[in-house]
């Protein structure tokens, strides 16, 4: 990074999934390319930087909640001036 790179970074959270749903974010934990649509239609490369996974583990429920954090590809900067 040059001095005075500014790169923006978010945390994604998902609700409980059932392990049946949540087998598009494994395998998204694992994609070379992933892009983040912004709530203003802005779509961003990103890295994602880590996850955390949490199990609710109730006899019946087998939920999945995911926390991950990503960085934007480019620094904040050159991505909008």
Known sequence: KRIGDTTESFVLNTGFLTENNAQALEELLVSEY???TQS????IPVNITDNNV??????N????????NVEASAPYLNNYR
């Open 34 to 36: 992933v892009w983040l």
């Open 40 to 43: 203003d239609s802005t779509v």
């Open 61 to 68: 429920d087998k939920l999945i909640q995911y926390t991950i």
């Open 54 to 59: 949490k199990r609710k583990t109730h006899l």
